[in-house]
């Protein structure tokens, strides 16, 4: 397993901070005090206060920024929190820094190797279920891995529950708050399923970690069987899907949105058909990029090919849209090596889409890592355009330093609250 911080001209964005996660302490003192405060400050901090504190909420959320906070708090950093600084990097973010994470000792059982499997954080924790194995077998285990909100170089797998969702590849797992929602996928037999599953992860004292899967009830209505699709979730109580691989091996291009319950007890599938939308297609993925906003990437298409188009959909109560994102190629570094499948798309730190790995059409396997800029991608006059309209500086091709993993396909990855950290598990080698 690896796992990836987000580095920028060499040096790491961890930092310290001195707000407690309930909220900054400013915010409960009168506003005559804080002039006081401002007063004896000079003038470039002021600047950066009045900048940055609004500009990191903007720009990245205040989720990422709590978990940022809290992250900091809980390693006892002593140093004060440059967030100017640490802002600057971020957005300047060039190069990311590879750590093989290992079990605690050479005797642990760790999960067995496999792909098209799925690898969740929720709930301080790493959660790994499914995939396939060599040979093509499909694989029935959850595993769980506590992690917190600290870097760790070692893991201490946890083998949880068997048989329960059936043994599946090619699936789509997504968090909504604290529960995980997992459908469809493709068992060894070749039947796809179209079966709603919500889990939940618990610390028992006596039984340590738990985690607890059931059917979700969606009624008489669901999407036709199916794998190797893309799914995200939309807020906390949607789910989408698009495409995969359906009955006789047919690539599907529908999309789908479920909705969720209040307590998750129950869930509504239905389609969402607009025009345009995407081709049909396997393999690519889904990333929600904040709000109703999601973006689509890659895959393989009908006829085959490896693609690296690119989507957005815009989820509405009253319109949803799908608009293809046109950008100029030929401005990416080493352009030609960006169509991929099997890769993995997710979103981290400064609101960024990290795209690791995946094949080519010769299934050449890639072990890359690009940035996607979000920030321009609007489907209303989208900057900045070049004369032909087409979107420029939108990817970047980052640097790996410290461990180099092997290149692979059809991986699992997701990243910890804040996004600093990208966790990836197995996927298909060379050889």
């Not at 000792?105 to 499997?117: C, E, I, Q, T, Y």
């Not at 059936?166 to 997992?182: P, Q, W």
């Not at 995969?244 to 909705?259: A, K, P, S």
């Not at 410290?402 to 598990?425: I, M, N, W």
Request: charged share 15%; hydrophobic share 35%; net charge neutral.
């Amino acid at each position: 397993m690896a796992e990836t911080s987000t580095r920028s001209s060499g040096a790491a964005t961890t930092t310290s901070s001195s707000y407690s996660s309930s909220g900054s302490p400013i915010t409960q003192m009168a506003q005559d005090h804080i002039f006081s405060i401002l007063l004896l400050l000079p003038t470039d901090s002021i600047i950066s206060f009045s900048m940055t504190c609004s500009r990191f909420r903007r720009d990245w959320g205040p989720t990422t920024v709590d978990a940022l906070k809290f992250s900091a708090e809980a390693t006892n950093c002593q140093q004060q929190l440059s967030w100017m600084r640490l802002y600057k990097k971020v957005c300047q973010l060039d190069s990311v820094s590879c750590h093989r994470l290992s079990g605690p000792d050479a005797g642990m059982v760790l999960p067995k190797p496999r792909a098209s499997h799925s690898l969740n954080f929720v709930s301080d924790c790493l959660v790994l279920f499914g995939g396939g194995s060599e040979g093509g077998r499909h694989i029935d285990d959850t595993w769980v891995a506590y992690i917190g909100n600290d870097f760790r170089r070692m893991l201490r797998w946890e083998k949880i529950t068997s048989g329960i969702p059936s043994g599946r590849f090619g699936h789509t797992c997504v968090v909504i708050g604290n529960h995980l929602v997992l459908f469809g996928g493709i068992n060894d037999d070749g039947i796809r399923h179209n079966d709603t599953w919500v889990g939940q992860v618990a610390l028992n004292e006596t039984l340590g970690f738990t985690v607890s899967w059931r059917l979700l009830d969606v009624g008489s209505v669901a999407p036709p069987p199916r794998g190797a699709h893309a799914g995200c979730c939309i807020g906390n109580n949607r789910m989408v899907i698009h495409g995969g691989i359906g009955l006789y091996g047919l690539r599907l291009g529908d999309t789908w949105m479920l909705d969720l319950s209040e307590n998750l007890c129950f869930g509504t599938w239905h389609e969402v058909v607009t025009h345009p939308s995407p081709p049909a297609r396997s393999g690519h993925t889904l990333t929600c990029i904040g709000g109703s906003r999601t973006v689509l990437f890659g895959g393989r298409g009908l006829s085959y090919n490896v693609l690296n188009d690119l989507w957005l959909f815009e989820f509405s109560e009253v319109y949803s849209k799908w608009v293809q994102i046109l950008y100029e190629l030929k401005n990416v570094p080493g352009g030609i090596s960006l169509p991929r499948v099997g890769h993995s798309a997710t979103l981290i730190l400064g609101g960024r889409v990290l795209i690791y790995g995946g094949e080519d059409s010769q299934r050449h396997r890639k072990d890359d890592f690009w940035v996607l800029d979000t920030g321009a991608i609007t489907s209303v006059n989208p900057i900045p355009l070049n004369s032909r309209g087409l979107l420029v500086n939108i990817w970047k091709r980052l640097n790996a330093e410290g461990y180099k993993p092997e290149c692979r396909s059809f991986h699992g990855a997701c990243t910890d609250r804040s996004g600093r950290f990208l966790f990836v598990f197995g996927g298909m080698v060379d050889g």
